[in-house]
């Protein structure tokens, strides 16, 4: 089964589709719709199909049969995470409620003055979530991201929305990403890195994760721990149809190993993966 490769899947006409349907018809129809597509993918997306069976059935240990229908919910929120970002680029936003567990810590975080360093994962929707927060918090919320995003789409994803309300910063060669990190912090802006996947060839650190060994990049952690900034695990998943439940863990404020770092991270991220198995998106065999 092929690892993660750093791209995102989708087609053009996909995404000119559910823009449309958004647009004129509203995000019912477009949930609406996602159900015919999703269960598609569902019938017919064998290798993120058997992952994710893999995962729930002898991971998480969940009985045949109810892996099965978890596999297929999954496509639908993931569906609908996709769709809820759009939602947002476009400016229909307002249906949309939240939640934030421990909030307070992102608070404290900016009056700290010293930026923040969020690390998330592929599990429910931070974008989502940071559109909510945004200018709540912080007017400035940085993704460090790699910029592997196939480059029509993303064009007209820009062309149609305005692109992301984030600023991105991209994963470079070069290394240059760490001194947009570092003038991101200096600011006092906050750096959300997803910290669950990581590619072939790059650095990784093993640990146990539900059991069974799995790999982590290094770079978050090692940037977590390098720079002199707080550092918290953040969490979104979908909890309604038009909410989500957001939450933070207490800052880490002491210097610590990233080895350290990402026993607490993998610690959190396994609560997380128990309360919401639905919102896992790695649609790759995670342990190989």
């Not at 998330?120 to 592997?148: C, F, Q, Y």
């Amino acid at each position: 089964m092929s690892r993660w490769d750093g791209k995102t899947r989708g087609s053009l006409t996909g995404y000119k589709i559910f823009l449309f349907f958004i647009n004129f018809l509203g995000l019912n129809f477009a949930y609406l719709l996602l159900r015919v597509v999703t269960y598609y993918y569902f019938l017919f997306a064998r290798k993120p199909k058997k992952a994710l069976f893999d995962f729930y059935k002898n991971t998480l240990h969940i009985s045949h049969n109810q892996a099965n229908k978890l596999v297929r919910k999954n496509f639908y929120i993931f569906g609908q995470t996709l769709v809820d970002r759009a939602a947002f680029l476009l400016g229909k936003d307002r249906q949309f409620t939240h939640t934030f567990e421990n909030e307070q810590y992102l608070i404290d975080i900016r009056d700290q003055g010293k930026g923040g360093i969020l690390l998330s994962a592929h599990l429910g929707n931070w974008e989502t979530a940071g559109n909510l927060l945004k200018g709540r918090i912080t007017p400035t919320i940085n993704i460090v991201m790699l910029d592997a995003e196939v480059e029509n789409i993303k064009k007209f994803m820009e062309l149609s929305t305005g692109g992301s309300r984030f600023k991105v910063i991209a994963i470079k060669d070069d290394l240059s990403h760490i001194i947009s990190i570092r003038n991101a912090l200096v600011n006092n802006e906050l750096v959300a890195i997803h910290s669950d996947r990581y590619l072939d060839g790059s650095k990784y650190i093993e640990l146990d994760f539900l059991g069974r060994k799995a790999k982590f990049p290094y770079g978050p952690f090692i940037i977590a721990s390098k720079f002199n900034a707080p550092v918290t695990f953040v969490f979104a998943a979908k909890n309604g149809k038009y909410s989500y439940h957001l939450s933070s863990t207490k800052p880490i404020t002491t210097k610590m190993k990233p080895e350290e770092i990402t026993r607490l991270y993998v610690e959190e991220l396994e609560r997380k993966v128990k309360a919401y198995p639905e919102q896992w998106f790695n649609y790759f065999d995670f342990f190989n």
